[in-house]
Nanobody, 123 residues
């Protein structure tokens, strides 16, 4: 089993910065793709940023140039550095990890979600 613990959310003024962290622990052989999503009240959950196992990144147009996703495989942790925050960035942010593991001799991968962390940007 794998546990994800998110941290770093909070209240910040427009133009400020926050750094979100998502630490994975448990039965982990390899972390494959990683992503951050967000969900504002009354809206669907949308992808914000993603990073592959080879380090390739993709960002939603609304956050390009302001947000940076990174990973530390030694710590099984993914980060989201958020700069120049805007009120429209207010949402609950979730990390999503695709993790490979072994059960005996069998390899499998599974997708996990973090518990979510609230980010509120005041104008």
């Amino acid at each position: 089993q794998v546990q994800l613990v998110e941290s770093g959310g909070g209240l910040v003024q427009a133009g400020g910065s926050l750094r979100l962290s998502c630490a994975a622990s448990g039965n982990i052989f390899k972390i494959n793709a990683l992503g951050w999503y967000r969900q504002a009240p009354g809206k669907q959950r949308d992808v914000v940023a993603a990073i592959t196992s080879s380090g390739n990144t993709n960002y939603a147009d609304s956050v390009k140039g302001r947000f940076t996703i990174s990973r530390d495989d030694a710590k099984n942790t993914v980060y989201l550095q958020m700069n120049s925050l805007k009120p429209e960035d207010t949402a609950v942010y979730y990390c999503n990890l695709d993790i490979g593991a072994y059960s005996g001799i069998y390899y499998f991968s599974h997708n996990y979600w973090g518990q979510g962390t609230q980010v509120t940007v005041s104008s």
